[in-house]
């Protein structure tokens, strides 16, 4: 089970972009939908309270859904998996970035997420909304 926590929230924190609120989706997918760990109110309630306490949420959600699963190894599993690729990617942009920044492709690549991060909130807070 650890090592299916680890996948599931690593897969969510290396395709994610635009931080914990676009996570949303993914997580409520793997975990609601796909796996069945834990219901929906259940994630609703989760997501309240992940917003509630301090700190980010995708790391609030994620200590809590992994404890709900599998205890303090859950916590581990899903903490690490949903932070690792997002310290490994600011790690990697940290060293290549001052020599890559002024390539007209990296600009446009940058401009181009904006609008999918947008999309990506908005459609979890229009499927919050609608289970409230």
């Known amino acids: ?27 409520q997918r793997e975990v609601v939908d796909k796996n069945g760990w834990i219901d929906e109110q259940e994630f609703l309630n989760m997501i309240a309270l992940a917003q509630a306490a301090p700190g980010l949420i995708a790391v609030n959600s994620a200590i809590f859904i992994g404890y709900r699963i599998y205890g303090i190894r859950g916590v581990i599993a899903t903490v690490l998996g949903a932070v690792l690729p997002s310290v ?33 909130i908005a459609a979890a807070v229009v499927k919050m909304a609608k289970n409230i």
């Open 1 to 27: 089970m650890f090592l299916r926590l680890f996948w599931t929230y690593l897969k969510i924190g290396t395709f994610t972009l635009g931080g914990g609120y676009a996570m949303l989706p993914l997580i």
């Open 88 to 120: 490994v990617i600011i790690l990697l942009i940290a060293i290549y970035l001052p020599n890559i920044k002024s390539l007209d492709s990296v600009e446009a690549v940058f401009k181009g997420l904006r609008p999918a991060v947008v999309a990506l």
